[in-house]
């Protein structure tokens, strides 16, 4: 089965207001983490990732929390704008294993 | 520009006839792979390469061979498809290995018949 899952398949949020998009994994030996956005029609594009040894990472506009504890991964989307609508997957790597395993994803709607 | 291509696009065809899937990358990656997407199981990974003729099976490599003969190339092969093939497929690449940002493709929707 998978290693990893999102909360919710679904997610619609209001344009300006902040998204959190959740992810729990079951591999406690994995420790490299990766959300990708895919657009429809297009493959997946990074966004942002980190590693065990963080719990928490910023981009633009976005920021990754890791609980290791509770082995939870989450994503922040600061003010969502109609461009953010996309599907969104969180991803695992295992150390010392060459594999990728994704979540089934969340699909952000935003609501102008 | 930096970019993963595959080709074709999109494919229609029946059960048993061999197809092959290119997959391109211009940026000296050596890591590449295959990863297929069906509706609510996001991507599966199929195959890996680490470099040049080093690959690896991925989580679902069942009915589907690669090759990697040169760095650039990781052609995916279907030696006779059947239906439950039927699927959206991504190449990838990154720089090193899976513990790093991937380029994706822009896909290839495979329709078995």
């Known amino acids: 089965g998978e290693s990893v899952g999102l909360h919710l398949p679904t997610l619609s949020v209001q344009e300006g207001d902040n998204s959190i998009i959740n992810c729990a994994y079951s591999n406690s030996a994995s420790d490299y983490f990766i959300w990708y956005k895919q657009e429809s029609g297009k493959g997946p594009q990074f966004i942002i990732d980190?590693?065990?040894?963080?719990d928490k990472r910023q981009g633009q506009r976005v920021t990754v929390l890791l609980n290791k504890t509770v082995k939870h991964l989450s994503l922040q989307i600061a003010a969502t704008q109609p461009g953010d609508s996309a599907v969104y997957f969180c991803?695992?790597?295992?150390?010392?294993?060459?594999?990728?395993?994704f979540g089934a994803g969340t699909t952000v709607t935003v609501r102008a | 520009e930096a970019q993963v291509t595959q080709n074709p696009r999109y494919l229609i065809t029946v059960t048993g006839k061999k197809l092959t899937v290119t997959c391109s990358q211009n940026m000296n990656h050596e890591y590449m792979s295959w990863y297929r997407q069906d509706p609510g199981l996001g991507l599966r990974q199929i195959y890996y390469s680490m470099n040049v003729e080093v690959t690896d099976k991925g989580d679902v490599p069942e009915g589907y061979k690669v090759s990697r003969k040169e760095k650039r190339n990781f052609p995916l092969i279907l030696e006779s498809p059947s239906p439950n093939q039927t699927s959206l497929y991504f190449c990838?690449?990154?720089?090193?290995?899976?513990?790093?940002?991937?380029?994706f493709g822009d896909g290839t929707r495979l329709s078995i018949l």
């Open positions: 990838a690449s990154s720089t090193l290995g899976a513990d790093q940002p991937q380029h």
């Open positions: 980190i590693r065990s040894n963080m």
């Open positions: 991803a695992e790597n295992p150390d010392n294993d060459y594999k990728l395993s």
